[in-house]
């Protein structure tokens, strides 16, 4: 492993972590697909349990993944293994399991205890490591207002640490009580963040990049003739925030963007993946990527960037003329 452990709370990490949205299989808001289409469980487990085995020790989930699924597939996957990992999971909507459909949101207090104990109970688990807000639009108010229930849920030893998953720099600090640790955020060669990642290095919190693949723009699977299925989240019926994926199909101007930055990326044997997950690591100390998967295969290629090491300033410089930022 050539890059340097990361900072979570009081534990220090393998700077990689494992996104478990997808593993979540396919749910809805309302009629528009949230999930990333039909997963086999069997094979999330073994992914999983592989990553173990590589060394990654952080694994991000959340309750709405699949309404629980995803959570109680992460659960049974490490079971045994619970005290040599840190799960992370969110907290703020409100779902209909059965239905497998997102219904709305929640930013009171009072849903955050009801969820909490709902997640312990689908990850099997006595506390959770790092427990995220996943109302990136809440207000500063509303973060004030949740505080102090945050703190206490510590005090009773139900989570370790907090933080909020957001791209809006000005929210953070309103939700920072003494058990604050980490911002989740968008950050990726083709879309940086810089913004949020000076806040991080100021409070000296945990960078959790979600996205870190442009939602696996940046692999060699997709190209202007892919089309992910209808109960994918980035296909025909996308939501509106999807800006990756447009009418069901990679969008033009970001494959461009990809194929400007590809040979810096994939210089010194990294795979296309290896390289965007390379450009994270180098673009600031504090950030843990949690590139998703839904087989072994992608487990062992994320995983594999660990061996290499991250971009060099030069190559940063280069990417950041050639996408004229």
């Not at 340097?4 to 494992?18: E, K, S, V």
């Not at 399991?97 to 997102?102: I, K, L, M, Q």
């Not at 929640?106 to 109970?121: F, H, W, Y």
């Not at 594999?304 to 050639?322: F, M, W």
Request: proline fraction near 6%; charged fraction near 25%.
């Amino acid at each position: 492993m050539t890059q340097a452990h990361r900072l979570i709370g009081d534990t220090a990490i393998p700077p990689l972590g494992m996104g478990c949205w997808a593993i979540g299989g396919p749910f809805w808001a309302g009629d528009t697909p949230a999930g990333w289409g039909e997963v086999d469980d069997a094979e999330s487990t073994r992914a999983v349990q592989r990553a173990l085995d590589l060394g990654i020790r952080f694994f991000d989930t959340a309750d709405v993944y699949g309404t629980g699924r995803s959570e109680r597939v992460l659960g049974a996957a490490v079971a045994g293994h619970r005290d040599e990992i840190l799960i992370a999971t969110k907290w703020g909507n409100v779902f209909d399991e059965e239905n497998r459909r997102a219904v709305g949101e929640d930013p009171g207090p009072a849903q955050a205890r009801r969820a909490v104990e709902a997640s312990l109970t689908r990850l099997g688990t006595d506390r959770i490591d790092l427990y995220q807000w996943h109302l990136g639009g809440a207000t500063p108010e509303q973060a004030e207002e949740m505080q102090g229930t945050l703190e206490d849920l510590v005090t009773e030893g139900k989570i370790r640490f907090y933080g909020w998953s957001t791209d809006d720099p000005a929210l953070p600090s309103a939700l920072a009580g003494p058990h604050f640790a980490a911002v989740q955020h968008e950050v990726n060669v083709l879309s940086d963040a810089p913004l949020m990642l000076r806040l991080v290095a100021e409070r000296n919190w945990a960078s959790i990049n979600r996205s870190p693949l442009a939602m696996g723009l940046l692999s060699e699977k997709y190209t202007d003739g892919t089309r992910p299925g209808k109960d994918d989240v980035r296909g025909d019926d996308a939501p509106s925030w999807m800006r990756y994926f447009t009418d069901g199909a990679p969008a033009g101007e970001w494959l461009k963007r990809r194929e400007a930055v590809r040979d810096i990326l994939t210089s010194d044997g990294r795979s296309l993946v290896q390289g965007a997950l390379a450009w994270v690591w180098a673009r600031s100390p504090h950030t843990v990527p949690i590139p998703g998967f839904r087989t072994v295969a992608q487990v062992e290629e994320n995983a594999g960037a660990l061996d290499k090491a991250p971009l060099t300033a030069d190559d940063l410089s280069e990417i950041d003329a050639l996408l004229d930022r």
